[in-house]
């Protein structure tokens, strides 16, 4: 099986525990999130893995062997790590062949990623006249070269315009439904939350979480409906009966902790209450993951409320 594995990873720098006793595994068939405040460990991580550091202990396998020993690495691994690794002075086309000479790679490969990678009608231009979000497609287009079962994009939609950020999540969303095995690091929780299916969170370079999205959001989160009514009284009344609150949100609508819609819904159609507007409010991944990260970013800024009390 196409799957990373990682075991007792460890990176120390001196004195720095970049990567501490890291175990986790990406699976194929789905996008996995890479998540973590800066310096949490998931670049280090993702070179180790890559082979481009040597780990202090531990071992990163792909496919139950490691990247370093295939003969045809680009076939086996397609990695993002660096927009900026293509040498400024060649045309993008000029760039892909050479990756695709040195893995026996067809030539007719590199005209199709270039295609599916929005760069076709500027292949014969030299890189360095490429803004960020064109360096980061041809830095997906050379991960893409080789077709390989994994792929691992350091955050792939960093410069992308908005039609950018759109093909990038297709993208990764059709590589995980072909099958393969797809690991993503971002800083966007919101972005994150529209393509991942699993999340491994870091912290310090230890691991904090390893989950399916739903599953970390609903640990994290509790029940809440919003709803709005022409009869607030009678339904507070109704709900104060089995044990809930009304409560006032914004927007003219009402809120009710601790309940899922199903029930609320229930109770008003029982007691012949009006409701105009019923929803589960869904929890966000941004809160979820500051919540968990709180105490791991080592560069937290104070809030306002918190820079008044000290």
């Given at each position: 099986?196409?799957s990373?594995?990682?075991?007792?990873?460890?990176?120390v720098?001196g004195?720095?525990?970049?990567?501490?006793?890291?175990?986790?595994?990406?699976?194929?068939?789905?996008?996995?999130?890479?998540?973590?405040?800066?310096?949490?460990?998931?670049?280090?991580?993702?070179?180790?893995?890559?082979?481009?550091?040597?780990?202090?202990?531990?071992?990163?396998?792909?496919?139950?062997r490691?990247?370093?020993?295939?003969e045809?690495?680009?076939?086996?691994?397609?990695?993002?790590?660096?927009?900026?690794?293509?040498?400024?002075a060649?045309?993008?086309?000029?760039?892909?062949?050479?990756?695709?000479?040195s893995?026996?790679?067809?030539?007719?490969?590199v005209?199709?990623?270039?295609?599916e990678?929005?760069?076709?009608?500027?292949?014969?231009?030299?890189?360095?006249?490429?803004?960020?979000?064109?360096?980061?497609r041809?830095?997906?287009?050379?991960?893409?070269?080789?077709?390989?079962?994994?792929v691992?994009?350091?955050?792939?939609?960093?410069?992308?315009?908005?039609?950018?950020?759109i093909?990038?999540?297709?993208?990764?969303?059709?590589?995980?439904?072909?099958?393969?095995?797809?690991?993503?690091?971002?800083?966007l929780?919101?972005?994150?939350?529209?393509?991942?299916?699993?999340?491994?969170?870091?912290?310090?370079?230890?691991?904090?979480?390893d989950?399916?999205?739903?599953?970390?959001?609903?640990?994290?989160?509790?029940?809440r409906?919003?709803?709005?009514?022409?009869?607030?009284?009678?339904?507070?009344?109704?709900?104060?009966?089995?044990?809930?609150?009304?409560?006032?949100?914004?927007?003219?609508r009402?809120?009710?902790?601790?309940?899922?819609?199903?029930?609320?819904?229930?109770t008003?159609?029982?007691?012949?209450?009006?409701?105009?507007?019923?929803?589960?409010?869904?929890?966000?991944?941004?809160?979820?993951?500051?919540?968990?990260?709180?105490?791991?970013?080592?560069?937290a800024?104070?809030?306002?409320?918190?820079?008044?009390?000290a």
């Open positions: 099986m196409n990373i594995d990682v075991q007792e990873l460890t990176k720098y004195t720095t525990r970049a990567v501490d006793r890291l175990t986790f595994g990406v699976r194929p068939g789905r996008v996995t999130g890479f998540l973590g405040p800066n310096g949490a460990g998931k670049s280090t991580t993702m070179r180790l893995v890559l082979g481009l550091d040597r780990p202090t202990s531990g071992s990163a396998t792909v496919a139950g490691r990247y370093a020993d295939a045809e690495p680009l076939r086996r691994v397609g990695a993002l790590l660096d927009a900026h690794a293509a040498h400024g060649r045309t993008a086309r000029d760039h892909l062949r050479v990756l695709a000479a893995n026996r790679i067809s030539v007719r490969r005209d199709r990623v270039l295609e990678s929005g760069l076709a009608a500027v292949a014969g231009r030299r890189v360095r006249t490429f803004s960020l979000g064109m360096r980061q041809l830095g997906v287009a050379a991960a893409l070269l080789g077709d390989p079962p994994v691992m994009l350091d955050e792939p939609s960093n410069g992308l315009d908005p039609e950018g950020i093909w990038i999540r297709e993208l990764m969303t059709r590589l995980a439904r072909e099958g393969r095995t797809v690991l993503v690091s971002s800083h929780m919101n972005e994150t939350a529209t393509f991942a299916d699993h999340l491994v969170v870091l912290g310090q370079g230890r691991l904090l979480a989950a399916p999205l739903r599953e970390f959001l609903d640990a994290r989160s509790r029940p409906v919003r709803l709005r009514t022409t009869a607030p009284d009678r339904l507070r009344s109704a709900l104060a009966r089995s044990g809930f609150a009304l409560e006032p949100g914004d927007g003219g009402w809120t009710v902790d601790g309940a899922k819609a199903e029930a609320i819904g229930a008003a159609a029982r007691e012949g209450i009006p409701i105009l507007e019923l929803s589960d409010e869904q929890p966000s991944l941004e809160q979820a993951y500051l919540d968990l990260t709180a105490s791991e970013a080592p560069f800024s104070m809030s306002p409320t918190t820079r008044q009390e």
